[in-house]
Each structure stands twice: as structure tokens, then as C-alpha cells.
């Protein structure tokens, strides 16, 4: 018999976030979650996404065993604002074993069901920012931090509890050697010189923090279109400030500003953590912060995070000048392989701006549906 049990207490919630670490022992590709961040993801009075937002943390039991997990999602800023009547789940971890997750989703329906929400839709987040989608290729690559990694049988249950595949996304790789800077050379001087724009040079996180909050704003204006986007609230930007921007080589992070200092352009480019957060296995202390400034300085693989660009720069070639300050920075670190995250596959747009790197895809994914009736 499957019992459940919605998590109360620091006890509880440290079992919802230390179960996949079971699940997955042994795994070679899995990449543990910092348990410390993890826990304050769901930390009512640290994680600001709670004002606008509320999760119900579920665990599975059998013979009294841990077996699954689950959150049961509500962006009240997407019910509300967008009318988007969607039912979000995530962290949706268990054994091979139907019974264990149709109780899961029952239990995430029976919330939908109570707050007259009209479709549950998974494995995603409580935003844009968070992680997002079910594997169902790639299994034999390694995870990195900003991604779920989960076993093959997945996809089945999915499939067997009545969902339909909502979206798809890809992740793929290309190594460095495959980045000839003709193409955006010349492109990028000449558009620097029609609009007036130049790339800042930042070296230190104190250079990024006076842009971050134009960052976070051109980050909503840039991706405000698409129809499962949810904006970044200002107190959101602060708590991703503090979450995010520590972990990124300044180098790393790319602005260009039209001539009156307003941004047009950004990326984030990560260094790739995932073997560090392997060795890690999820505690900061005693040796794992020294381990991730280890991989920081001197990972030689890069993982893209995030592109914005103005919608009025948009289609006029801008990408070219932040590529081209990328060369140039990952020529000096001596950059191997660089991988990204997790895009639309119906995103013809972005896949055209990486054409020119020859990216294989290494991994796939897709988020489910499924009406609350």
C-alpha cells in the first residue's frame, strides 16, 4: 500500500531533498543538488518566488520506505495575470513502481482540483529560472546543475498515467575548436558602429552588480513573448542576485549597452560544476566550497545559460558582438567544449544563431500535460 505525506516539518523537508541522493547511488551521471540551496529553495522565508507563489512538498511511503516525491505547484502571478489555469509540478522523483507515482499526481490533481485549475503540467518549476523537463534522451551523459537527470522508466510512467507531451527541448554540445570568428568578425564591428553600442569589459562581480538589475529587465522584456513566461519580480532579482551571480566568472557574464548606457544585450556563460558537485555530493563543508572555486577557475568546459536581447535589437545581429567577446575570452582560458541548456525545439530563432558552431545534441527532454477533470 502507497501512503503519502505532505512535508511539515525541517525533518521532512530534509527527506524530500536528500531522496534523489538515494535513488540515484551509484549513478555516474546523476549531479547532486547543494543540499543547503536546495532546502532554501523551498524556504518560505528566504525564497521570495513564495510571495507570488505557494508549493505543496509530497512524500510516497511504502512498507513505510521513502519510494517518491513530488511539488505540487501554483505561480499565482501565471493564474492570475495570464489567466494560465496550469497546475505545476516538479521535483517529481520514485521507484519504478506505478502505483507510487499515479499516488503522486493524484495527489498533485486532487490540489489542482481545489483551487479549480483546469491542467497540471511537469516536470517544471516555479519559474523560467528553475530547472525544467523529463529525459528522454541522453542518459548516458553526465547532468549538470541547472538540469534534472532521471532514470529511463521516467518516460513510461509519464505515458501510462495519461499524459501528453506538452513541450520538447534539446541540449547540445560543440567543442571550441569549432568556432571560426569570421562569421561574426566584421559582423559585430559593423553593428557596434550602426547603433552606437558597445560590450563591457567586466572583471569583477562588483563591475556586474550595477547591471544586474537592467539585466533582469531586459531579461523580461526579451523573453516576455513567449507564453509560458513568468517575470521576475524585483525581489525576485535580489534573491537571484545573491543565488546566481556568485557562481559565475565575471568574465563570464557579457553586456552590451546602446550610447546612453542602456542595455540591449546579455549572456550568462557557467563553468561547468558538475564533476565538482559530483565529489561534493551535496555538502558545501567542509571541503565542497574549496571544490567549486576549484572548477570555477579552472574548468575548461563552459555551460551558456542565458541569452537576452532587446525585442527592438532583435534580428539586427547583435548576438555577433557577444559571441565575439566570447571568443576572445574563452581563446585566453583555453576553453575546450562548451554545452547549453535546455531550448525549445520549436525555437527556429536560437537555433539559427548557433548553426555556425556545428552543436550535436546530447541530450533531449519534454514537459507533460494532463486536464484536471
Known sequence: MITTKIVKTKKDLKSFVKFPFSLYKGSKYWVPPIISQEMETFNTDKNPIFNDAEATLILAYKNEKLVGRVAAIINWLEVKNQNQLKMRFGWFDFIDDLEVSKKLIEEVIKIGKQHNLKFTEGPVGFSNLDKVG???????QISNMITWYNHEYYVKHYEALGFKIEKSYSESKFPFENVKPDFFKKAQELIKRRYKLKALQLTKTSDVMPYADKMFDLFNASYGKLSSFVEITDIQKEYFKKKFISFVNPEYI????????????????????????????????????AKLLKAKKSSKD????????HPDYQNKGVHAVIFNEYYETFKTKGIVDCYRTPELEDNEAIHKIWKHFNPKVIKRRKTYRKNIE
Do not use: C, H, S
Open 134 to 140: 523529463v529525459m528522454t534522451e541522453g542518459f548516458n
Open 254 to 289: 557579457k553586456f552590451v549597452v546602446d550610447e546612453n548606457d542602456n542595455m540591449v544585450a546579455f549572456a550568462i556563460v557557467m563553468p561547468r560544476f558538475a564533476y565538482a558537485l559530483q565529489e561534493m555530493n551535496g555538502k558545501l563543508f567542509p571541503f565542497g566550497f
Open 302 to 309: 563552459v555551460v551558456f545559460y542565458l541569452i537576452g536581447v
